[in-house]
């Protein structure tokens, strides 16, 4: 089983800065499947990076994902007040297919 | 257009059992893996499962080998999860969610909450 591990499990930051979330894979994910989720509270998660690098439909471009093999990147280049959530990696590339524990982004 | 729709919340009395409907529409039923995914409160997403619509093949998580069935019905394009020998640790939000291949998880149902309670 592929564990993967976020950092930090909190990040506070104001509206305008840059966020930066990582997620690290105890092995290789294989072919770059690797998806990133924002959940915000009461609400089911929703795509909005996969295959690593990959805008899902209608995600702003402030939103950019990078990585392969075990390192991976969530960037947010320019906060806006509703990115203000929790976000997930998961690896989609082998059974089982694992999500981390999470990063809470909250408003400073 | 393309909608995964769940039933409504769950009450349930330990040991029982609970079986979770997740009805789709909007797309070809058959073309698509579903997974079941879930979050107990306040806490992170936990993959139980796959099962391939086309012919019902299943894969489950190994901590719910056992518990788990995930079954299809696709004369009425519905996937269900079945959770039996219910524990409070099964007290969760269970999401119903489409793998579309490369790009992962792309719709989801809207949860179901299931409380397991004496």
């Known amino acids: 089983e592929i564990v993967l591990t976020q950092s930090p499990g909190t990040l506070s930051l104001s509206p305008g800065e840059r966020a930066t979330l990582s997620c690290r894979a105890s092995?290789?994910?294989?072919?770059?499947?690797l998806a990133w989720y924002q959940q915000k509270p009461g609400q089911a998660p929703r795509v909005f990076i996969y295959?690593?690098?990959n805008r899902a439909t209608g995600i702003p471009d402030r939103f950019s994902g990078s990585g392969s093999g075990t390192d991976f990147t969530l960037t947010i280049s320019r906060l806006e007040p509703e990115d203000f959530a929790v976000y997930y990696c998961?690896?989609?590339?082998?059974?089982?297919?694992?999500f981390g524990q999470g990063t809470k982004l909250e408003i400073k | 257009q393309v909608q995964l729709v769940q039933s409504g919340a769950e009450v349930k009395k330990p040991g029982a059992s609970v079986k979770v409907p997740c009805k789709a529409s909007?797309?070809?039923?058959?073309?698509?893996?579903m997974h079941w995914v879930r979050q107990a409160p306040g806490q992170g997403l936990e993959w139980m499962g796959i099962?391939?619509?086309?012919?019902?093949?299943?894969s489950y998580a190994q901590k719910l080998q056992g518990r788990v069935t995930m079954t299809r019905d696709t004369s009425t394009s519905t996937v269900y999860m079945e959770l039996s020998s219910l524990r409070s640790e099964d007290t969760a939000v269970y999401y119903c969610?489409?793998?579309?291949?490369?790009?992962?998880?792309?719709?989801w149902g809207q949860g179901t909450m299931v409380t397991v309670s004496s």
């Open positions: 092995q290789s994910v294989s072919s770059s499947y």
């Open positions: 295959g690593a690098s």
């Open positions: 969610a489409r793998e579309a291949g490369e790009r992962a998880f792309d719709i």
């Open positions: 099962i391939n619509p086309t012919d019902s093949s299943t």
């Open positions: 909007g797309y070809t039923f058959t073309s698509y893996y």
């Open positions: 998961q690896q989609y590339g082998s059974s089982p297919y694992t």
